[in-house]
């Protein structure tokens, strides 16, 4: 992530920039340069204190992010949960995986949903095998180049990953059919929109077995240009019964489970805060709640918000966010074969993926 | 050379008053709607008095604590106590700092919190006792109190346990 400009981001807003606008390097006298460097420098580390201010969104950003949220059909979104539900329910139970738990553990039916709406939406995909496991994985990846022109320049060599986990326990419309479906509405709207960085969505196989196909892909493909990671996990269920919301020993959540809650380490904080910010700005966006530690949350209290893809991120110090509705914290069907479609609130997961589809536009050109 | 500046720093303790550093054992709560903390860890605490009589004093806490994040702790504060030949309990008023805690952020409240979460807590120490002339030891210290941020919402509160404390 890109340092801070307090200069700029402390009077307001930041301007567009475009990569020729840049400051040529080695024009200036070496002496002149290191003193404007210190001078820099301190009016960075003094202006952060003193405004106490992060990098912000543009207006154009904002705008942005509305207009990709605006885009969400809420209608489909709940037909093609209930579609893969019905497609999984007719899968053997055992699938491909045997389980040492004994749980049902179906996988092929959602893969084979996933790549067809891709084929569907004419977008191209492949299928990235790692049999070599100890638990072979088979993850499905969706590259949508940057342009590196939108309106925040940032470069198109900066990926933005966007996953979320197929395999699932019984038949799991919430863990994780609403993830699923909420990333593929994403790629029919953020492949249309010139963005400037490139966005990647991964299909994750085998998270409930310890997160597995995130584990393989981080360990052969490394985090080479990875800006941040937004990683969907349950997103679709919702109460507005209060004491709905139990939360983890040590904290305090919303009595109320009707919003969406964004885990993220500290390198995450700004991306927090601007979906936070964009959870106002987005017509009918889920009400947000972010909580972020000040390092990688591996900690006694925190582990436990380690549970899902973002995890790998995480430990490689990059920006994460784990957006989930808390599962079994809120979720009475979680891993139950009771976790079915119409346990579900499709208002509250539209809210939810219009989020998600708008920071994941003003991401792709936020500072 | 190193003896006579302790020799230097010792008279100028001994001439400003009496001075206790003690270390025990911490734990601390920050609990409100935009900032988390539990942690426990030792505690290193500096106590001034301006004399053997004087039964007001300042003090001055050091924390290093863990489990929800690793985070330093800074209390400041003031009180009285008993000045008896055995049992000294003592009251104090403090504030606390810590830098590092957990943040929340929500949709009408997206901007984080600049300060640290800090807390003013009433420090009551019923069971402190003069071992000897210089060494005293209190069991158990509770502190609860109020967070500065959102006082209304915000519970903060540390126990502190057995605290040994010398006297120089």
Known sequence: ?367 | MSGWLAAVVSAGLAAAGVHETGLGVEVARHDGPRQVLLGVGPRLTHRYTASEHTHWFVQGSLERLWLMVPTWGLTAGGGVRRMGPTWRPLVLLEAAAYPSRIVKLTTEDPTPPRLPASSLRVRVAPLAFRLNGTTQVSALEVAPGLGLDTPRETVAFSVSYCSLFHQW
């Open chain 1, 1 to 367: 992530m890109k340092p801070s400009q307090p200069l700029s981001v402390c009077s307001g807003p930041r301007s567009p920039r475009s990569p020729r606008q840049r400051p040529s390097r080695g024009l200036a006298r070496p002496d002149v340069g290191l003193s404007l460097f210190r001078c820099g420098l301190r009016l960075w580390i003094f202006g952060g204190i003193l405004c106490g201010c992060a990098p912000r969104l543009s207006p154009e950003m904002v705008e942005l992010a509305r207009d990709a949220g605006a885009q969400v059909e809420c209608a489909p979104l709940q037909e093609r949960i209930i579609s893969i539900v019905d497609a999984m329910a007719s899968e053997p139970e055992d699938g491909a995986v045997s389980m040492e738990w004994g749980i049902p553990h179906r996988r092929l039916a959602s893969k084979q949903a996933i790549l067809e709406a891709l084929s569907a939406l004419g977008v191209e995909h492949r299928v990235v095998s790692m049999p070599d496991r100890h638990v072979p994985v088979e993850n499905i990846v969706v590259e949508l180049p940057g342009t590196g022109a939108g309106p925040g320049g940032a470069p198109a060599s900066e990926v933005l990953q966007l996953t979320a986990h197929f395999d699932v326990w019984y038949t799991a419309a919430d863990d994780n059919t609403s993830g699923v479906v909420s990333a593929l509405e994403a790629i029919a709207i953020l492949r249309n929109l010139e963005l400037s960085r490139s966005i990647q969505v991964l299909f994750y196989d085998m998270e409930e077995t310890g997160i597995d196909g995130s584990l393989a892909w981080w360990d052969r493909y490394g985090n080479n240009q990875v800006h941040a990671v937004l990683n969907l996990d349950a997103i679709a269920y919702a109460s507005d019964k209060p004491g709905s919301q139990a939360a983890p020993p040590g904290f305090r959540l919303p009595s109320k489970g009707n919003f969406i809650l964004g885990l993220g380490n500290g390198a995450a904080r700004h991306h927090l805060r601007w979906m936070a910010e964009l959870s106002a700005e987005i017509p009918d966006s889920a009400a947000f709640l972010a909580v972020y530690g000040p390092a990688d949350n591996e900690h006694p209290a925190t582990n436990d918000f380690h549970r899902s893809d973002h995890s790998p991120a995480w430990s490689r110090g990059l920006p994460g966010i784990f957006m989930t509705d808390t599962a079994n914290l809120r979720n009475p069907h979680y891993h139950q074969p009771t976790d079915l479609p119409d346990t579900l609130d499709p208002a509250f997961h539209c809210g939810v993926t219009r989020l998600v589809v708008g920071s994941m536009a003003a991401y792709a050109e936020a500072p």
